[in-house]
């Protein structure tokens, strides 16, 4: 990160027009950012990257590019320089080679992007949203910002997409941040599937496992609010991890469990690999037990559900209510 870099990333953090350009802002966490962004208050104006999906937002202030990240019209972003760009835009992949294809496209577009954004005069910051699972599976021990990267599960597809952004990162050629968020609870996504779906169908809590290894979890809402800050305020080069204290998965799942009346099943991890694929196996067996040494900067924006309860008891809440 060279000093110029720096002194204009701060400048943008302390005030000014804030312009943020959303790449990914239709999907599960994105669409969360967008909301939380738009209701950040005045001063801050939001350009979308749009590919299949269509914005849930109405808002008429929203701006919207169309295509995919790797054609994404560097011109048109030239003409109209964001100041912050939050990036959370992965190509999808339904099994362990078409991922491998995925993060090779990833790392194309990303690559084109970020030599795009270095011939800008003022180079925005860049917040990438990437995931715990980089960290791979660590047992009993901690796992901070300083822990080597050793990806497991859909970790080793996803980080090649990441890669030209931790070279970006690591050298300060552009002042690149990223998060690294847990399981993040939210209606939608992996507690739907593996969850919420069974549950409701199946009339019973499924543990993936014998359920020692450690979660660490994450509201949805709360994710998104990190995010925001983290994006205008967090310092560029830095990593953040995102996460409540963690707990061990049967605990999770005993909770789920007493506030839905529902009894617990223990479902062996070898059937989910016989069923899908064995990133499924190694993601529910994963056991990283997410803190940040970052607290301080990260306490600055209080969560609005605390704890791993409070955090179930609202999606439970919401999904009574889908
Ligand atoms: N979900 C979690 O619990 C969780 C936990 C930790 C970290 N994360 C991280 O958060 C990030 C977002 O995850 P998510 O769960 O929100 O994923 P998601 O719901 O699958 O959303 C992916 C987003 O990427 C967009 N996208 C896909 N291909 C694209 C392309 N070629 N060009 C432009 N945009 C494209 C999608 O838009 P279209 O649908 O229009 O293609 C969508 O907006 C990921 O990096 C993930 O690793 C997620």
Redesign the pocket.
Known sequence: MDEYSIKHSSSLASGGEKHILV????????SAVVRTLLTGGSGIRVTM?????LAETEDPSVQFLHG???QIDLGQVMQDPPTHVVH?????GSSPWRRTFAGLRGACANVRLLRGLCRLPYPPRILY????LMYGSRGESWVDEDTPLQPTSFGRA?IIGERPLLRYQASGKLPVMMVR????LGVG??FQTYYATPMMRQGCVPCYGEGNNWMSLLHLEDCARLIQHALLHGMPGETYNLALPPVRQIDFCAYLSERSGLPLKVIPRGTLARRRDRSLMEAFGSSIRLRSRHADFLVRCPLRFGSVRAAIDDILARFEHV
């Open positions: 790449l990914g802002g239709t999907g599960f966490v994105g990257l749009v590919h299949r999906s995919s990240l790797g959370l835009a992965r190509f999808p949203v990437s995931g715990s996803y968020p847990p399981w993040i996504s992996w």
